[in-house]
């Protein structure tokens, strides 16, 4: 089992940032590949960033690219999810989840593909 809580969510102005942070416990958090999702209202989840077990190789959803990093402290078994230049079309619950499969794009977009997940964090960005 691998326990994933986030936090760092709220309320921002539209252009402003907010850093997201995922922290795992349980079994070896480095054996993982690790992404965001978000999901808003009546809408689906949707894929936001994927990072590979050791740091080195990461994947964006083009929505986001060049505003959002998501990058991995393996030594404090953490995942982090930096959001510049919000947008209110950003707002949604943000949900950090934990992959075991291969580290291709058309796997890493499936919500199904993924172990386990946390809780979410409500990011709304007001304009």
Same mark, same amino acid.
């Given at each position: 089992?691998?326990?994933?809580?986030?936090?760092?969510?709220?309320?921002?102005?539209?252009? $402003?940032?907010?850093r997201?942070?995922?922290?795992?416990?349980?079994?070896?958090?480095?054996?993982?590949?690790?992404? #965001?999702? =978000?999901?808003?209202?009546g809408?689906? =989840?949707?894929?936001?960033?994927?990072?590979? #077990? &050791? $740091? $080195?190789?990461? %994947?964006?959803?083009?929505s986001?690219?060049?505003?959002?990093?998501? &990058? =991995?402290?393996?030594?404090?078994?953490?995942?982090?999810?930096?959001?510049?230049?919000?947008?209110p079309?950003?707002?949604?619950?943000? %949900?950090?989840?934990?992959?075991?499969?291969?580290?291709?794009?058309?796997?890493?977009?499936?919500?199904?593909? %993924?172990? %386990? #997940?946390?809780q979410?964090?409500?990011?709304?960005?007001?304009?």
């Amino acid at each position: 089992q691998v326990q994933l809580v986030e936090s760092g969510g709220g309320l921002v102005q539209a252009g $402003g940032s907010l850093r997201l942070s995922c922290a795992a416990s349980g079994r070896t958090f480095s054996g993982y590949a690790m992404a #965001w999702f =978000r999901q808003a209202p009546g809408k689906e =989840r949707e894929f936001v960033a994927a990072i590979g #077990w &050791s $740091g $080195g190789v990461k %994947y964006h959803a083009d929505s986001v690219k060049g505003r959002f990093t998501i &990058s =991995r402290d393996n030594a404090k078994n953490t995942v982090t999810l930096q959001m510049n230049s919000l947008k209110p079309e950003d707002t949604a619950a943000y %949900y950090c989840a934990a992959y075991s499969g291969s580290f291709r794009p058309a796997q890493l977009q499936l919500p199904s593909a %993924y172990d %386990y #997940w946390g809780q979410g964090t409500q990011v709304t960005v007001a304009s």
